[in-house]
């Protein structure tokens, strides 16, 4: 049988495994299993657990239950509404600085806690209430932090780039210091936008008052004093304290990844100890409890997505594939459209973790061997996947601010998600003009990549 048959049969029982409502971890692994039955020696059914456990054994992935601890502590806590609280206390005073509050403080939250359904829920929980009551649209507030917490997956400590940094076999600390400018970058124009929305909502505020008396709460100005901003900050201040030292331990070279994970995860539960007295048994069971069920479900859909590709690459099927689009000869921007594209089109079925494991060893070859910098590209590819939390049909971004604030119209939080996706696009189109965006920082620190 030869190799695109093969191929197309795997992926067709991929897709069929997924459709039925199969998790993605067993589906991955039910199809990689089979296939080692009908087409590999008996004798490598024996070397499933090796295989899997080897895979995983890796210094790197043991960072991700660390960080993933990290950001449930931090998750539970109240940082994430004494955040947006002190933001938008020195910020009220800028047209739409609630909204713009809201983009830095999920930025800030993002870079705390390295996960984006927790950055969602964490402000969007204080964020989308208040928008609302001072007269923010509904599909605006909720596109808004929606979008935001998007950036949970680029800036560090990145699960996502972490994953990457593994298929990729790239360096982490360098990949991790791209994705600041491209962070950076969109939480500017989100932020823009975010200006430009409310003057465009304050503008129909102010008509329908003129017109026929109709009041809304964006008309009225908000007055806090300088007091009043400084007796925020006090709550804030140990977390950006948190946030720097792990930083400085990462970059400055005075830990390893998965040293600096440790370190993030220990000073976050001092941190909720002193500041929210959460350290009774009792306080930290749902820390706890979260942590282990996500770290265990991410691992499980890891370790089952590494079966899968090894499968695929011992059936030879991601080598042909590599080769068949080098065989295309496509000029170097359409070669990347087109994997683009596909990275899209997965997202709409796939979280990030599954895409990077499953398509790593069929896209990286041809991307490199067209002369695109692996560690550039990772950022281009994260951004890309960061629409799929914020598009249907599995936009997990956008389930997640239906449950926080269930009042607001599906239709309206997806209509409210499409700018965003567009700031998006953007912001790749501006990565492709000047790729200096995500490599100068880390070029100016560990020098030039090889």
Known sequence: MSTLVVGLMYGGA??????????????????????????????????????????????????????????????????????????????????????????????????????????????????????????????????????????????????????????????????????????????????????????????????????????????????????????????????VVLLTGVMVALYGGYATPSETAGLGGILALVLIALIYQVWTPKDLEPILTSTLREATMLMLIIGMSLLYSYVMSYLHISQAAAQAIVGLQLSKWLLLATILVLVVVLGFFLPPVSIILMTAPIILPPLKAAGFDLIWFGVVMTIVMEMGLIHPPVGLNIFVIKNIAPDIPLKDVIWGTVPFVLLMMLAVVLLCLFPQIATGLPDMVMGRGR
Request: aromatic fraction near 10%; hydrophobic fraction near 55%.
């Open 14 to 239: 991929t897709l069929l495994t997924m459709f039925i409502g199969m998790p993605i971890a067993f589906a991955l692994g039910a199809v990689a299993v089979l296939f080692m039955l009908g087409f590999m020696p008996a004798a490598s059914l024996d070397t499933v657990t090796q295989n899997v456990y080897e895979e995983m054994a890796s210094i790197t992935l043991l960072s991700i239950p660390l960080f993933i601890l990290k950001g449930a502590a931090i998750g539970k806590s109240r940082a994430g509404q004494d955040l947006y609280s002190a933001l938008h206390a020195w910020m009220h005073k800028i047209p739409g600085g609630l909204g713009i509050a809201n983009v830095f403080a999920c930025a800030l939250f993002a870079a705390m806690a390295g996960s984006s359904p927790a950055t969602c829920s964490a402000i969007g929980s204080a964020g989308i209430p208040e928008m609302r009551k001072r007269g923010y649209s509904g599909g605006f507030a909720a596109g808004l932090i929606a979008a935001g917490g998007t950036l949970g997956i680029l800036l560090p400590p990145s699960i996502t780039m972490i994953l990457y940094a593994v298929a990729a076999e790239q360096s982490l600390g360098r990949l991790f210091l791209a994705g600041l400018g491209p962070g950076l970058l969109l939480v500017m124009l989100f932020a823009a936008y975010a200006m430009v929305r409310f003057r465009q909502e304050f503008a129909r505020a102010k008509l329908a008052y003129e017109q026929d008396g109709t009041t809304s709460p964006i008309l009225h100005e908000e007055h806090l004093t300088m007091r009043d901003r400084f007796a925020a900050l006090p709550r804030v201040l140990p977390f």
